[in-house]
């Protein structure tokens, strides 16, 4: 009963280092997205994508790249790891419909010194 | 686009007691507002939505209320035990279309035994 898996769970990076966050669901849900979680901000969306192929960005798409190759997988690429992208990272997924529940994974805490 | 806007960021209660979350959006055209808990170390998890046509929901000891005309809904847990502590997150559907969240900035909810 996998649901929303994202790798790593933890991650050092120094400024101007890249890095791709791993998500993969097997619920064969169409629409993905991406958070990241900063204290007293709450979640913003970055990027997402409402099926195979389409991507869209969010609220705060600076600095990431997102594609989705396929239904189960959407990972996020940091191109130039900046301090400002010190957070913590949450990949959803769901159903399509505007009513639908986003199934989250775990987190990923990352720190860029 | 949406705005959501949470009240209080943190909140303590005795066991027992009842605790009251509120949160406010901007876009009337929203019709979807889910809750979210997150406990330490984990990515949130949907315990209860109300859609635009609905005025209350319950489930067991949570409850939430939804008020179009003023904008603002509330989640309302009552018997307040020591596993309700958690971050809470209210949020809002996009009316942008498809499945995209707007979430509030989270309230930390402790609850003493």
């Known amino acids: 009963n996998a649901g929303v898996t994202q790798t790593p769970k933890f991650q050092v990076l120094k400024t101007g280092q890249s890095m791709t966050l791993q998500c993969a669901q097997d619920?064969?849900?169409?629409?993905m997205s991406w958070y990241r979680q900063d204290p007293g901000m709450g979640l913003r969306l970055i990027h997402y994508s409402v099926g195979a192929g389409i991507t869209d960005q969010g609220e705060v798409p600076n600095g990431y790249n997102v594609s989705r190759s396929t239904t189960e997988d959407f990972p996020l690429r940091l191109l130039s790891a900046a301090p400002s992208q010190t957070s913590v990272y949450f990949c959803a997924s769901s159903t399509q419909g505007r009513r639908a529940e986003a199934f989250f994974g775990q987190g990923t805490r990352l720190t860029v010194v | 686009g949406e705005n959501v806007e949470q009240h209080p960021s943190t909140l303590s209660v005795q066991e027992g007691d009842s605790a009251v979350i509120k949160c406010t959006y901007s876009d009337s055209a929203s019709n979807y507002f889910p809750w979210y808990k997150q406990e330490l170390g984990k990515g949130p998890q949907l315990i209860i939505d109300i859609r635009s046509n609905v005025g209350e929901k319950k489930d067991q000891r949570i409850a939430v209320t939804l008020n179009k005309t003023a904008k603002h809904f509330s989640l309302h847990i009552t018997e307040t035990q020591p596993e309700d502590s958690a971050v809470y997150f209210c949020a809002a559907s996009s009316p942008d279309g498809g499945n995209k969240l707007v979430f509030g900035a989270g309230t930390i909810l402790r609850v003493k035994s």
């Open positions: 619920m064969n849900h169409e629409y």
